[in-house]
């Protein structure tokens, strides 16, 4: 078994609840796919603060969702201690991406400019929206002001460069809007 640190995982789903008698367990994916969270091994826990391995044998859809059998787990009771725990991956068994294409936790922590140099803030989270991807940027001690700003993720539009070494994005974005 690995060790790994926080740097080295991102978590694409979560265990929810129990399934069935046979100690399966329901999983809500976060992956674009939901039943790509399926391809993806070894699935990490964190267990006492450490990520642990966990093996898979088994993993479905089922009805409008997931379900995966974890070696070892035979009862809904044994099930049920994985209930609301993260499943995460090592950052390695992510598929390389193009260039300009980025993963939503690359992109999380990132400190927004203007493109005048004046700091909104900082990247939160990203919302799927059925137009586009929107951006939360919260303001940080340092940020013009403490607003949370919701910037739509549009390449050459809003978004004009993202450094990931310095951890900084830069966007055409009125910090009065």
């Known amino acids: 078994m690995s060790e790994y ?5 991102v978590t694409l789903g979560r265990f929810t609840s129990t399934y069935g008698v046979q100690g399966w367990i329901k999983v809500f ?6 039943d790509d969270i399926l391809t993806y091994s070894p699935w990490l826990i964190r267990k006492n603060g450490v990520w642990t391995e966990l093996k898979r044998v088994g993993g479905k859809k089922h009805g409008k969702g997931l379900i995966a059998k974890l070696d070892g787990i ?4 044994q099930a049920r201690l994985f209930a609301n725990l993260d499943i ?3 950052k390695s068994a992510l598929p390389d991406l193009k260039q300009g ?9 990132l400190l927004v400019y203007t493109e005048s140099g ?11 929206t059925g137009a586009n991807d929107v951006l939360v940027v919260k303001g940080t001690e340092d940020s013009i002001d403490r ?17 990931l070494d310095s951890g900084t994005m830069r966007v055409d974005w009125d910090p009065e809007f």
């Open 5 to 9: 640190s926080e740097e080295d995982v």
């Open 29 to 34: 994916s976060y992956t674009d796919k939901m």
């Open 74 to 77: 035979e009862t809904p009771e």
């Open 88 to 90: 995460a991956v090592p």
């Open 101 to 109: 294409e980025y993963y939503w936790s690359q992109l999380e922590n």
């Open 118 to 128: 004046e700091l909104l803030g900082r990247v939160d989270h990203l919302m799927e």
């Open 147 to 163: 607003e949370e700003r919701l910037l739509p993720w549009l390449p050459d539009q809003v978004i004009k460069e993202i450094d």
